[in-house]
């Protein structure tokens, strides 16, 4: 019987991982194919041009756009201070002046003798890529960027909000039904990703900022707690660029969700060990997944038995997560995959398979309602 593709959230104990990282702009490249880095190592660097201050200098001054060259003190490209006068008029036999201050410091654009209008613009802004993994550079993209490579325990989350960071794998729960709440962070979870059951609570997140704590990997986040934490609602299909001072993952779904046991149990072994962790995400075309990446030692053969990246389709027996009503975030497996197409409530014809839960029960879903799981 042939396969039922369908993607889903990957989750494996071990997987080579490449990530490839680029700035926005051409730059410096900083290291070279072999270099060993940490995540906090600078891969790449470059200047982000600084922010544009228009000056309506023939306004300021009074007078036609035509005779603002004429009263600049300064000329295109010299650098000028927040608060200097770049231009002077005199009248009435020098009784009177009128003047123009520079709004930022930076430098003079441009002098223009049509608009009377005079741009200012700010000092470049540094940006500096880091390596994000602790691994090794196989591969440099010239004045771009590079492709880190390790070996490591991979986790896709459902959702997440916060950009990368990295810290020590510490469990604050005993199972992965326990509610992470603000009594099970503590000041021993500075610097670390810490590890909750079914949900994590906005108390919960407030106060890990507060210990210092870099992330939280939880099952489940009720979008109250959502709305409370942000104090606004997202809105948008776009997270990551958020600046909370924590990222977050969450791995099943909104709501009270158990944390999957295999999810769970390689978070709890890879207990003391580092790992990068990434809340962004982006559910529409292009689709960004937040992530837990734990790096683990290469070993001999590692290199030749290199993950491939492909996922088998489904078949009967494979493990599978519900993504919509009225089954969302249930966990279950593949009891049968007819291949004829079913018409649905809305009278659209489409692919279904059987799921089998764990209490039994037997539910009829449309193949798009699900995730595939990692065996």
């Not at 003079?108 to 200012?120: P, R």
């Not at 009594?183 to 059951?197: D, L, M, Q, S």
């Not at 994590?200 to 099952?219: D, M, Q, R």
């Not at 962004?280 to 290199?306: C, F, H, N, W, Y």
């Amino acid at each position: 019987m042939g396969h039922a593709y369908t993607p889903g959230l990957l989750v494996t104990e071990k997987l080579l991982i490449t990530k490839n990282r680029i700035l926005p702009l051409k730059g410096d490249v900083l290291v070279k194919p072999g270099d060993k880095v940490e995540p906090d190592t600078v891969v790449a660097k470059t200047n982000l041009p600084g922010p544009v201050e228009p000056l309506n200098v023939a306004n300021l001054l009074g007078v036609p756009p035509e005779d603002v060259p004429l009263a600049m003190l300064k000329k295109e490209g010299d650098p000028v201070a927040a608060g200097e006068v770049i231009a002077r008029t005199k009248s009435f036999f020098g009784l009177f002046k009128s003047e123009a201050r520079a709004k930022i410091e930076g430098t003079i654009e441009s002098i223009s003798s049509i608009t009377g209008q005079v741009l200012l613009r700010g000092h470049p802004v540094p940006v500096q890529v880091h390596a994000y993994l602790r691994g090794e550079v196989v591969e440099v993209f010239p004045r771009e960027g590079v492709a880190v490579r390790a070996w490591g325990t991979f986790i896709q989350g459902i959702f997440g909000i916060g950009g990368e960071t990295h810290g020590i794998v510490r469990m604050a729960v005993e199972k992965p039904s326990d509610v992470l709440d603000e009594t099970r962070i503590t000041a021993e979870h500075k610097g670390c990703i810490v590890v909750g059951g079914s949900r994590v609570t906005a108390e919960a997140l407030k106060k890990a900022i507060s210990v210092g704590a870099c992330g939280i990997v939880a099952g489940g986040f009720d979008d109250q707690d959502l709305r409370a934490f942000l104090g606004k609602d997202l809105g948008v299909a776009i997270t990551g660029s958020e600046d909370l001072g924590i990222s977050l993952v969450v791995t099943e779904g909104f709501g009270t969700i158990d944390m999957a046991d295999r999810t769970f149990e390689l978070l709890k072994r890879s207990q003391g060990k580092e790992a990068s962790v990434n809340g962004a995400t982006q559910i529409r075309a292009g689709v960004i997944r937040p992530e837990v990446v734990i790096p683990l030692p290469e070993v001999a053969g590692d290199r030749d038995a290199l993950h491939s990246g492909e996922r088998p389709g489904l078949d009967v027996g494979s493990p599978i997560r519900v993504i919509r009503d009225p089954y969302f975030g249930r966990l279950g497996s593949v009891s049968a995959l007819p291949p004829e197409l079913k018409v649905l409530e809305s009278e659209s014809k489409a692919r279904i398979l059987e799921v089998k839960f764990p209490d039994g029960s037997v539910a009829t879903i449309p193949r798009a309602n699900v995730e595939a799981l990692e065996e």
